[in-house]
C-alpha cells in the first residue's frame, strides 16, 4: 500500500490506495473553498465561496488563488469577507484588482490583509460560506476561479 494514502471517504485512486476527504489531520495546508466561474461582471455584488470542511471546523486562512480568467481582467476589482456587503472580517482588502489575470492561464496569488493571518474562523459561525464581492465590474462578460487555502485547527 502506498504510504501517503489513507483507507477512508475516498475522493480518488492512487496506485492501491484512495486519498481521504475528510482529512483526519490538522495543520495541513488544503483546499478550504473553491468557487468556479465567478461573475466579475457585476458592480457590488457578494459570491459565495462554499467551504469544504466538516461542520464546526476552525481554520486559518494561508492564501488565496483567483486564475482561469474567461478574457482579459483590466478594470475588475474584489475583496473577500467573512460575510456579506463587504462585511465581517476583511480577507482580502476590497479594490484589490485582477488586472494581471489576462488569460485563463495566468494565476493571481491574492495578498491577504492583516486580519485574516490573525483571525480563527469557524466554519460554523460563518454559516458555511465565505465571499467574493465584486467592487468594480469588469464592463463585459468575464468569469474566474477563485480558491482558498488553509489550515484546520485541531
Known amino acids: 500500500m502506498n504510504p501517503n494514502t489513507y483507507q477512508g471517504n475516498a475522493i480518488g485512486c492512487a496506485r492501491e490506495g484512495l486519498f481521504v476527504q475528510d482529512a483526519p489531520v490538522s495543520g495541513v495546508v488544503r483546499l478550504l473553498g473553491v468557487v468556479l466561474g465567478a461573475n466579475v461582471n457585476q458592480t457590488n455584488t457578494d459570491i459565495a465561496i462554499p467551504l469544504l ?18 478574457i482579459s481582467l483590466t478594470t475588475a476589482t474584489f475583496g473577500v469577507f467573512s460575510a456579506v456587503s463587504a462585511g ?24 491577504l490583509a492583516a486580519t485574516a493571518n490573525t483571525t480563527v474562523f469557524n466554519q460554523t459561525t460563518l454559516a458555511n460560506n465565505l465571499y467574493f464581492r465584486v467592487g468594480t465590474a469588469q464592463g463585459a462578460a468575464a468569469t474566474c476561479d477563485v480558491y482558498v487555502w488553509g489550515r484546520v485547527l485541531p
Not at 466538516?54 to 481554520?59: D, E, I, S, T, V
Not at 484588482?97 to 494565476?107: E, F, G, I, P, Q
Open 53 to 70: 470542511l466538516l461542520p464546526g471546523a476552525n481554520f486559518i486562512i494561508d492564501y488565496i488563488d483567483i486564475n482561469n480568467a474567461s
Open 88 to 111: 465581517g472580517v476583511t480577507i482580502v482588502t476590497a479594490a484589490a484588482v485582477l488586472s494581471t489575470l489576462t488569460s485563463a492561464t495566468v494565476n493571481l496569488p491574492v495578498s
